[in-house]
C-alpha cells in the first residue's frame, strides 16, 4: 500500500466543497469547508480477525480534514450507529465556539441513534497538524483521523517548502470490541486488557503475525525533503518512533512551530502531534527501511510490548531498470528504539522542545501570574461494593484522581448548566487549588489510597493568568500521564523529578520561549509547570489522554466566565445541540 500525501489544490475540491467570499484582488477572504461524517458500521479485517465497528464514512482511519488558518469547517456529523456519539478537535482553540469542542456530557450531550449535529468553528492563528477522536467511552479506538492546517495563503512556512507531506497517524487495534474491554474492566475494578497491535495508518505491519500485507509503505525519492504528520492516537501508549539510517527534523507539535532540532528518535504522547522533516538520502540506497514505534511504559499495570513496522521504500531510479532490482531482495534496515522505561531519554527529548519565539511566531508567555494551582495527579482506588469481588488492589476498584478528587461524569452538559445558570445540582465550582492532605508525593505512599467522588469544577474570571503545578503520584506507582487541556494552548514552563519545591523550581522556569502546546507529559516521579491566560469563556475539560486513566477518574474542568466585550462572551448554542 502506497503512502497517503496531501493533494495538491486542484484535487482537494474533490475532498470536500467549500464557497469563498473573496472580494478585491489582494484583500484577505475567508473560507467555509463542509465535510459530512457518516458514523457507520463497518467490517474491518486485522491479524486474521473481521469485526464490526463503528467508523467514519467506513474508513479506519477516518477521513482527513485539510483547512487553512482562519477558515470556518462546518461538519455535520450523522449517527447511524447504536453507540451515542461525540466528536472532539483536540487542539483546536474553540475561541467563542465552545458547543463545538465535543467532549460528551462536558460541552454537549452525545449525538443519538438517528440523529445529527452540525460542528461549526473557526481555526484562529493555528496552523500545523492536529487531530479528530469520538470523545465517549472508548470509541476514539476506531474513530480518528487528521486536521492538517496549512497556513493562510501567501504564508510560507518557517522552514523550506517540503516535496511532499504525509500524515503518519498511530492507533491500537484490539481483535474484540474496546466497549466491552472497558465495560469489563469498570465493572471488575481490574486494569483493562491490552491492545492486540498498535497500527500506523490503520495498519499494524510485517511484525505482527497474519499482517504482512497489511504493511503502510511510504515511498520517497532520493534527494527530496518530506514533512510527517506524526499524531498519536493510541488509547494508552506513549510511543517511542524511529526511521531506520534516518534521522529527522522536529519543526513543530501541537500546530506551534518550535525551533528545529534533529532527532533520530521521537517521543510522543496519546493526543500530541508531531510535524518532522525527512531528508532522504542523495542516492538510491539499495536498501529498504523499517519505520517502527514501540511504548514508553513507566506504570506498573500490564500494556501492549509490541512493535508496529511501516517501510520507507525508495523510487528505483530511472537510470536502472526494474528488472535489475527487486524491492524484495534489498536488505531490510531496522532502527534500535530506546529501552521501553527510558525515563531519562522522554527527558531529555521534552528539554529540546522550545518555542520558535520569531518576530512572526512569538511565544506570548504569562510573565505575571494572577492564580496558582497545584494539582497532584494519579491512581489511587475506590472500595469495592458490597457482594462483589474486585480485581483492584487488595480487593478494591482502580480509580484515578485529580487532588484526590475522582470526576463523576454527569447526566447533563456542563456547557448547557453553566450558560443558562442551572448548574444546581449538576457540578459544584469548589474544585480543590491545593490537595487537602499534602504528603511526601513521590516517595512512601500513604496508607489510605482511596479517593473521593464529585463533579467540581473550577471557576476563573476571563482573562486570568493561570500556573498551574501537575504532581505526579506514586500511591500505586509512579506513572507519566499526558494531560490535555480542551480550548487553550499553554506554555510548559517548568518540568522536573521529585516534587515540585515552589521555594527553588520556579527560579528555573523558562518564561522565554518554552514549548506551546495542547497535551504535555507530566513526568513519571516529577512535574510540570504550565501557565495560560484564560481568554476563551465556557467549559474546558481536561483530562489524561490515557484512556483508562480517564475512564477511572483523572479528569476535571474549567469553567472560564464571560468578559465584558461582545468578542469575549460565549455564544448562544446553536439550534441543533443535541439533547440529553
Known amino acids: 500500500m502506497g503512502a497517503s500525501v496531501l493533494p495538491p489544490p486542484a484535487f482537494r475540491a474533490l475532498l470536500f466543497s467549500f464557497s469563498v467570499f473573496c472580494l478585491l484582488p489582494g ?31 467506513g474508513k479506519f482511519p477516518g477521513p482527513r480534514i485539510v483547512a487553512r488558518e482562519g477558515d470556518n469547517l462546518l461538519i455535520k456529523v ?94 491500537e487495534w484490539f481483535n474484540v470490541d474496546p466497549e466491552a474491554v472497558i465495560s469489563q474492566a469498570l465493572q471488575t475494578g481490574g486494569g483493562p486488557n491490552v491492545s492486540d497491535a498498535y497500527t500506523i495508518n490503520g495498519l499494524p505491519g510485517p511484525l505482527y503475525n497474519c499482517s504482512a500485507n497489511d504493511t503502510f509503505k511510504l515511498k520517497v525519492k532520493p534527494d527530496k525533503t518530506y514533512m510527517l504528520r506524526i499524531i498519536n ?61 514501540r511504548p514508553y511504559a513507566t506504570g506498573q499495570g500490564t500494556f501492549d510490548n509490541s512493535t508496529v513496522a511501516a517501510i520507507l521504500e525508495y523510487e528505483t531510479p530511472k537510470t536502472i531498470h526494474s528488472s535489475q532490482i527487486s524491492l524484495k531482495n534489498l536488505p531490510l534496515f531496522r532502527p534500535a528504539l530506546p529501552p521501553l522505561n527510558d525515563t531519562a531519554f522522554a527527558a531529555n527529548f521534552t528539554r529540546k522542545l522550545r518555542s ?55 447526566t447533563t452538559a456542563l456547557l448547557q448548566a453553566h450558560f443558562f445558570g442551572k448548574s444546581n445540582g449538576v457540578y459544584s465550582p469548589d474544585f480543590p487549588i491545593t490537595p487537602s492532605s499534602p504528603f511526601n508525593y513521590t516517595g512512601n505512599p500513604p496508607n489510605n489510597t482511596m479517593v473521593s467522588n464529585g463533579t467540581r469544577l473550577v471557576v476563573l474570571p476571563f482573562n486570568t493568568s493561570v500556573e498551574l503545578i501537575m504532581q505526579d503520584t506514586s500511591i500505586l506507582g509512579a506513572e507519566s500521564h499526558p494531560l490535555h487541556l480542551h480550548g487553550y494552548n499553554f506554555f510548559v514552563v517548568g518540568q522536573g523529578f521529585g516534587n515540585f519545591d515552589p521555594n527553588k523550581d520556579p527560579a528555573k522556569f523558562n518564561l522565554v520561549d518554552p514549548v506551546e502546546r495542547n497535551t504535555v507529559g507530566v513526568p513519571s516521579g516529577g512535574w510540570a509547570a504550565i501557565r495560560f491566560l484564560a481568554d476563551n469563556p465556557g467549559v474546558w475539560f481536561m483530562h489524561c489522554h490515557l484512556e483508562v486513566h480517564t475512564s477511572w477518574g483523572l479528569k476535571m474542568a474549567w469553567v472560564v466566565l464571560d468578559g465584558k466585550l461582545p468578542s469575549q462572551k460565549l455564544i448562544p448554542p446553536p439550534a441543533d445541540l443535541p439533547k440529553c
Open 78 to 171: 450523522v449517527n447511524h450507529v447504536q453507540n451515542h456519539i461525540s466528536i472532539h478537535w483536540h487542539g483546536i482553540r474553540q475561541l467563542q465556539s465552545g458547543w463545538a469542542d465535543g467532549p460528551a456530557y462536558i460541552t454537549q450531550c452525545p449525538i443519538q441513534t438517528g440523529q445529527s449535529y452540525v460542528y461549526n468553528y473557526t481555526i484562529v492563528g493555528q496552523r500545523g497538524t492536529l487531530w479528530w477522536h469520538a470523545h465517549i467511552s472508548w470509541l476514539r479506538s476506531t474513530v480518528y483521523g487528521p486536521i492538517i492546517i496549512l497556513p493562510k495563503r501567501g504564508i510560507q512556512y518557517p522552514f523550506a517548502k517540503p516535496y511532499k507531506e504525509v500524515p503518519i497517524i498511530f492507533g
Open 27 to 57: 484583500h484577505a477572504f475567508a473560507v467555509t469547508r463542509h465535510y459530512k461524517f457518516d458514523i457507520k458500521l463497518q467490517n474491518v479485517t486485522r491479524l486474521c480477525h473481521t469485526k464490526s465497528m463503528v467508523t467514519v464514512n
Open 356 to 410: 520558535l519565539a520569531s518576530a512572526q511566531f512569538p511565544a506570548k508567555v504569562p510573565q505575571k501570574v494572577d492564580t496558582r494551582f497545584f494539582f497532584t495527579v494519579g491512581l489511587g482506588t475506590d472500595p469495592c461494593p458490597k457482594n462483589q469481588t474486585c480485581q483492584g488492589p487488595n480487593g478494591t476498584k482502580f480509580a484515578a484522581s485529580v487532588n484526590n478528587v475522582s470526576f463523576s461524569m454527569p
Open 233 to 293: 492516537a493510541a488509547l494508552n501508549d506513549e510511543l517511542f518512533f524511529s526511521i531506520a539510517n534516518h534521522s529527522v527534523i522536529t519543526v513543530d507539535v501541537d500546530a506551534v512551530y518550535v525551533k528545529p532540532f534533529e532527532t533520530e528518535t521521537l517521543l510522543i504522547a496519546p493526543g500530541q502531534t508531531t510535524n518532522v522533516l525527512l531528508k532522504t538520502k542523495p542516492y538510491f540506497p539499495n536498501a529498504t527501511f523499517f519505520m517502527t514505534a
